[in-house]
């Protein structure tokens, strides 16, 4: 997973160098069009001088266009005065004429005489008269021509004056256009500065990615390095776990279902930066169930190491500070106790742990397990639970059978078509206090089931450390043939393909192949078995696994008991399961054989409660003292003392 991640770094790398190439790339494109923007500015300077120049040139026209304007205007003013003192000599000249004119009349009166010379020197005035208005006429013709020149001259000099201003306002924004020409000349140079900067900053990140790669490189290298140190590790950890199967197949390991032999002075060596530490760290919940089977010691272990595990700020509270839940019901088993009596198993039990304060007591009142109408077999139920009835429990009639042959077929009727039914098979179930009274039941089933009977011995070695010769060597192996302790497979097992056998070891928990597991035979090998699944999730054949003969090692820890080790397949036949092994199963048609009675608390009420339906439980109890209405006397282990305590 390193080497994977180390492999996308330097991808990632490699795609930054890229992009800190392909900024450089740009970088530099971008300096180019700042310096051709800067030529260009350049340029455009040199132009707007030149339109500056031609703008002053052209104003130093208009000022001199101004003043023949003006010279015109001078010249036309000068004209106006012309023809009005012309028409002022008019005027004059008619008023004189005019008095002439009067002069003449009166002459004319005067000099009746002279009146031929009179009309005809009128004739000549009127004449010159005519002349004169004429001439004024054209006076005032020229005067109204000087007027409308003027009028063109002043216009012109409005224009000329708006053109000035016109000018100006153009000068004014050239001069305007070339200061912001210079900023943004400014703006470009620094921009260019920022351009340059920036591709520094991109040479500067252009080295961290290079930087970057190196040290990627280094690590894919130490990664490499680190990898070939795993492979190393792995070849050693073969090597290691070979030279365990070498020591397993000629030494006898301690196995891990003897919880009793958990010490509070001895807590079990987990190093805190393993995977189970990990695990422990992590977990925010856990669950135990059937808590009532489970040793006290057992437990302040687990407290103990959560604890430690636990990181600082809760080193000091129960259970490393994780939440706990523990369910069971105290009616049924108490933890086992080997060689002791019940008062043992009620100081063994949850109950009387210190954690037991720190918890909070949740009852469950409703029986999931029983279907609709079962009131009265869950009350009876209860009843046996309590231990209501004293020391005996009378058995309803109802639920009793004549035989063992009688119990058999009731459980499973059809045999032979009950063996290709998983599930059928998976909810019958025949159960005994007894371990040889499974046995019993149990070659009876194995005689039903067709076909060829295989039959496997173990290899039984004592473990004891004192010296022995041939002979009781022989004796001794002789005798650990012939037993049959809880845990333990039989030394004899016969087995057949389709037959029902229980597991006995802890397989493997993610596929469900734990302790208690039913499981049916599908081939029956030399060195191996060939089994599937039929009392998890995957019912319906969906798991199937092998099974190989594994070391399992007893020891009787009183004063002078056994220990010996037995190579045996795991398993033994299943078809009847004593009560503490059938503990948590739920089985809607069921039996139950009290040839012998009940020796531990919570076992007969165990037995009863696995069923779903009342009218599918059938009891063989023979040689009993029954009452008149039939019932069966047997016998019922209750610690009152340990369920006071709940």
Not at 283 to 294: G, H, K, R, Y
Not at 502 to 516: F, P
Not at 595 to 624: I, M
Request: net charge neutral; charged share 15%; glycine share 4%.
């Amino acid at each position: 997973m390193y080497l994977f991640f180390s492999l996308l770094y330097l991808f990632y790398s490699l795609l930054y160098l890229f992009k800190s190439l392909l900024y450089l790339f740009f970088s530099l494109l971008y300096l180019f069009y700042s310096l051709f923007y800067l030529f260009y500015l350049l340029l455009y300077l040199f132009f707007s001088l030149l339109y500056l120049f031609y703008s002053l040139l052209y104003l130093f026209y208009s000022l001199l266009y101004l003043f023949k304007s003006l010279l015109y205007l001078f010249y036309s003013l000068l004209y106006l005065f012309y023809s009005l003192f012309y028409l002022f000599y008019l005027l004059l000249y008619l008023f004189f004429s005019l008095l002439y004119l009067f002069y003449s009349l009166f002459y004319l009166f005067y000099l009746l005489l002279y009146l031929f010379f009179s009309l005809l020197y009128l004739f000549y005035s009127l004449l010159y008269l005519f002349y004169s208005l004429l001439y004024l006429f054209k006076s005032l013709l020229y005067l109204f021509y000087s007027l409308l020149y003027l009028f063109y001259s002043l216009l012109y000099l409005f224009f000329s004056l708006f053109y000035l201003f016109y000018l100006l306002l153009y000068l004014f924004f050239s001069l305007l256009y070339l200061f912001f020409s210079l900023l943004y000349l400014f703006f470009s140079l620094l921009y260019l500065f920022f351009s340059l900067l920036y591709l520094f900053f991109s040479l500067l990140y252009l080295f961290k990615s290079l930087m970057y790669l190196f040290f990627s490189l280094f690590y894919l290298f130490y990664l490499l390095l680190y990898l070939f140190k795993s492979l190393m590790y792995l070849f050693f950890s073969l090597f290691y776990l070979f030279y365990l199967l070498l020591y397993l197949f000629f030494h006898s390991p301690v196995r891990g279902r003897e919880a009793a032999e958990v010490s509070l002075d001895k807590l079990p060596s987990i190093p805190l930066e393993s995977f189970f530490a990990r695990r422990i760290r992590e977990a925010q919940l856990i669950i135990i169930d059937e808590i009532t089977m489970l040793h006290n010691t057992v437990i302040e272990v687990i407290n103990r190491v959560c604890k430690e595990m636990a990181i600082s700020q809760y080193k000091n509270l129960p259970f490393g500070g994780k939440t706990v839940i523990f369910s069971g019901d105290f009616k049924q088993s108490l933890p086992v106790v080997p060689h002791e009596g019940l008062t043992a198993q009620v100081t063994a039990c949850f109950q009387t742990s210190p954690l037991f304060s720190e918890f909070t007591t949740m009852k469950l009142t409703i029986n999931q397990r029983l279907g609709q109408g079962q009131q009265a077999y869950l009350q009876m139920c209860r009843q046996i639970g309590i231990g209501d009835t004293g020391e005996h429990f009378w058995i309803p009639p109802q639920f009793l059978v004549k035989s063992r042959e009688e119990l058999i077929d009731f459980v499973y009727p059809h045999f032979q078509q009950l063996l290709g039914n998983d599930k059928e098979l998976l909810n019958r179930l025949i159960l005994a206090p007894h371990i040889d009274t499974c046995d019993a039941i149990n070659e009876i089933m194995m005689a039903n089931v067709p076909g060829q009977v295989r039959e496997y011995l173990s290899s039984d070695k004592p473990l004891d450390e004192r010296p022995l010769d041939i002979n009781e060597i022989e004796s001794e192996v002789a005798a650990l043939n012939r037993r049959s302790d809880s845990g333990m497979p039989p030394h004899r097992l016969r087995l057949k393909v389709g037959s029902v056998v229980v597991l006995l070891i802890n397989k493997s928990d993610r596929e469900g192949l734990i302790n208690g597991t039913r499981i049916v035979l599908e081939e029956l090998g030399d060195d191996r078995l060939v089994g599937r699944v039929i009392n998890n999730n995957a019912v319906g054949g969906q798991v199937k696994f092998f099974i190989e003969r594994t070391r399992n090692v007893y020891e009787d820890k009183t004063p002078g008991g056994i220990k010996y080790e037995r190579l045996q397949f795991p398993i033994k036949p299943a078809f009847a399961m004593t009560i503490l092994k059938g503990q948590g199963q739920t089985i809607s048609t069921i039996g139950i054989d009290l040839e012998r009675d009940v020796f531990s608390h919570g076992q007969l009420y165990t037995a009863f409660s696995r069923a779903t339906d009342g009218n599918n439980v059938r009891v063989y109890a023979p040689r009993r003292e029954t009452d008149a209405q039939g019932q069966a006397k047997v016998l019922n282990i209750v610690a009152t003392k340990m369920l006071k305590l709940q």
